[in-house]
């Protein structure tokens, strides 16, 4: 019998998506339990949110004064102990799970799955590795409690609405460090959509030619409402600062809608942007490999194509 | 202080990946191998950290075969001071690693502890985080800025809500991210000064780490590919196109 936990993320009181998300790889497991668990300071709004979600049995909460912020080495001790009983605890797959999942795992002496994409039964899951260009299938040591995070982008929502699950307040006793310390969090101020989130991405290449030339990519971001990547050769070149790259060293994304201007689709590029919904590619060179992926390919110079699509846009 | 660095040899990132037929594995014969790029930067935060003074060794560790040592001899030739090689022929999952890692912890007290957040091979993105928890010190993830004075780390983290700010208290494991610096280029002349400097090689089985893996891969597949779509003549066609799939 599967008891599943679920670890839930929150910020500024609210509950994370990715929670659902992780919620419903706890429904392909065929969970009998399914408990989400909230460790906050004020734990009360995210706790009756999570409540909602379809499938949940219990929703338990930790309000502590050291939960306050998401301090991995803090959260981890409060996991371990409360997963005794569990067979599998379950972490959405962003970087608050990434950073705590694995402290929880150590501390529980078993091994983690990262990055599940699908559950195959109750100990065997698909996950990606080498950036996605092979998927694994992987087996758990059905003797120990499995440790997984959940890839956001592999799994729905679970529905919220009809579920009102029983809210439990825990007491979870156990010593809690105090050799890591918040200071501050600095949110996005940039009016554009968030790269790593976006529904739409347009990129920049090597093909933009230079720094100030990648205005003609920001503006015509700004028009249809996307955020703003680059390939490598574009960051390397000193057009636009990294934490716009996107390709296997840089963020791997899947919006809904992405753009590659002068980007002729290196190996490591594409392995960022395999899971997109559509990818349209604009490049001089009509032979360039980015067009061997692109549902849509126009080829010619950018610097005339541009205008166009946002005279056609008007 | 002396830091510790990560050192893992992968497939490198330029190679198309092929999955082998039988699903068995992915194709490695042949292929180049790289520093995981994420180590470098670690390796390049620690040769700073020395520079700047506050560091006076830096030590970088590879755990696998016995041709590991012309990759260790890179991280070398990189800067580094000396290297560890633990042998061992087999894979080495990351609880493995992280355990491996506490063992050359014990003998060699480092005051930092950096990995790269990931290695691009099995993208596992764990050995830090359990290093931590098995040695019940602080991680600091995904850096993308790090400040050492006294006894406490100031890192800046990318986190999906922006750049995150931690203090942590030394000693402690810090993971890179890839805007934390630009790893240097290695000149001829470092790496033949880099053939004089020690490599320590230690058995893995001499240091009584529990190697029982939890996980078994069963198979390997290729990923969904994507068809290749069609080409538009104009502009015009282009966002004709996108508006019929709603996409604009």
């Not at chain 2, 994507?226 to 196109?241: C, I, P, Q, T, Y």
Request: glycine share 8%; hydrophobic share 45%.
């Amino acid at each position: 019998m599967s008891k599943i936990l679920v670890i839930a993320e929150h910020l500024d009181g609210k509950l994370n998506s990715s929670t659902a998300r992780a919620v419903s790889a706890a429904i392909a497991v065929k969970g009998e339990v399914i408990d989400v668990l909230v460790l906050a300071d004020s734990v009360d709004a995210i706790a009756t949110e999570a409540a909602k979600i379809n499938g949940v049995s219990r929703v338990l909460t930790v309000a502590r004064s050291e939960n306050a912020h998401a301090l991995a080495a803090v959260l981890a001790p409060q996991i371990a102990k409360t997963a005794a009983g569990y067979s599998h605890v379950f972490v959405p797959s962003t970087t608050f799970g990434k950073d705590v999942a694995p402290r929880v795992a150590a501390l529980l002496g078993v091994a983690q799955v990262s990055d599940v994409m699908s559950v195959e039964g109750t100990h065997t899951f698909r996950r990606p590795i080498y950036a996605g260009n092979a998927i694994i299938t992987v087996e758990a040591d059905a003797a120990h409690t499995v440790v997984a995070t959940i890839r956001s982008a592999s799994w729905g929502a679970a529905a919220t609405g009809t579920g009102s699950a029983p809210i439990e307040a825990l007491t979870v006793d156990v010593a809690l460090p105090t050799h890591t310390r918040f200071v501050e969090l600095k949110q996005g101020s940039s009016d554009r959509p968030d790269l790593q989130s976006a529904s739409k991405v347009v990129s920049g290449g090597r093909g933009v030619g230079s720094k100030e030339n990648f205005d003609i990519i920001f503006k015509f971001a700004d028009r249809i409402g996307a955020a703003v990547g680059a390939s490598r050769a574009a960051v390397d070149a000193g057009y636009v600062p990294s934490d716009l790259q996107v390709g296997q060293t840089g963020k791997i994304i899947a919006p809904e809608l992405y753009v590659a201007i002068g980007i002729s689709g290196a190996i490591q590029h594409l392995t960022g942007i395999k899971d997109a919904g559509t990818i349209v590619a604009i490049n001089k060179d009509g032979e360039a490999p980015i067009f061997e992926v692109a549902d849509f390919g126009l080829v010619g110079d950018l610097f005339k194509l541009i205008p166009e699509l946002e005279a056609q846009l008007r | 202080m002396k830091i510790l660095v990560g050192y893992k040899r992968v497939v490198d990132y330029n190679v198309r990946i092929q999955v082998k037929s039988d699903g068995t594995g992915v194709v490695t014969d042949g292929v180049k191998l790289s520093a995981n790029p994420f180590d470098d930067i670690a390796l390049e935060e620690a040769l700073r950290l020395r520079e700047k003074g506050v560091a006076e060794e830096v030590i970088v560790v590879g755990i696998g075969p016995a041709d590991l040592t012309a990759h260790l001899r890179n991280g070398l030739a990189m800067g580094a001071n000396r290297a560890i090689h633990v042998l061992t022929a087999d894979a080495t999952q990351p609880l493995t690693a992280a355990r491996v890692f506490l063992k050359l912890i014990e003998k060699e007290q480092p005051g930092l502890v950096i990995l790269g957040k990931q290695a691009i091979d099995d993208d596992a993105n764990q050995t830090g985080q359990m290093l931590a928890a098995l040695w019940d010190r602080p991680q600091a993830t995904f850096a993308s800025k790090v400040e050492i004075a006294g006894d406490k780390a100031t890192v800046t983290r990318e986190v999906d809500a922006g750049l995150e700010v931690i203090e942590a208290a030394l000693p402690a494991v810090i993971t890179t991210d890839l805007r934390l610096n630009e790893p240097r280029f290695i000149k001829l002349p470092d790496i033949m000064k880099a053939k004089s400097k020690p490599i320590e090689t230690i058995e893995f089985g001499s240091l009584d780490v529990e190697a029982h893996d939890h996980l078994k891969t069963t198979h390997y597949a290729a990923p969904a590919k994507r068809s290749k779509g069609v080409m538009v003549k104009d502009a015009a066609e282009l966002v004709a196109a996108l508006k019929q799939k709603g996409l604009l």
